[in-house]
C-alpha cells in the first residue's frame, strides 16, 4: 500500500491517465480481495490505454474482477482495466495511447470504482 492518495511509481515514463476525470483516487492496494488503484467514476465513463500497446487478454466475467481487460506496452508493463461495464477491444488488437477501450461500471456494490 503506497502512503496517502497518491498512485504507486510507475518507472520515469509518461502515462496518460486511464479517465478524462480528475486523477483524484479513493484507495491504492488492497480492496475486496484486489490489488490495485480505485478510480472514482461514472458509468459509461470510457476508460482509455495508458500507451501503445497490443491487448493480451479480453474476457467477459472474469472471476471477481468482471469484465477485464491486459495490455502489454513495449516497455514490459502490463496495464489492467477491470470491472468494465463493456470491453471495447479483443485480444490481439493493437491500441494506441489514449484510445477507448472500454467503459465504467456501476452496481451497488461497488460504485463505479474500476480496478487498475
Known sequence: MYPGNSAP???S???K?????SPKLN????NNFKNGVNIPAKLGDP???????????SEKKFADYGNLIL????????????????????KGQTVKKGQ????????????????F
Not at 27 to 30: A, C, E
Not at 47 to 57: E, K, P, Q, R, W
Not at 71 to 90: A, E, F, L
Not at 100 to 115: G, H, M, Q, V, Y
Request: glycine share 4%; hydrophobic share 30%.
Open 27 to 30: 484507495q491504492v492496494g488492497y
Open 47 to 57: 476508460i482509455v490505454a495508458i500507451d501503445n500497446g497490443i491487448v493480451i487478454f
Open 71 to 90: 495490455v502489454q506496452h513495449s516497455d514490459d508493463v502490463i496495464s489492467v482495466y477491470g470491472n468494465n461495464y463493456s470491453n471495447y477491444v479483443k
Open 100 to 115: 477507448a477501450t472500454c467503459c465504467c461500471r456501476r452496481n451497488k456494490r461497488e460504485p463505479a470504482t474500476p480496478i
Open 9 to 11: 511509481p510507475i518507472q
Open 13 to 15: 515514463k509518461q502515462y
Open 17 to 21: 491517465w486511464p479517465l478524462e476525470r
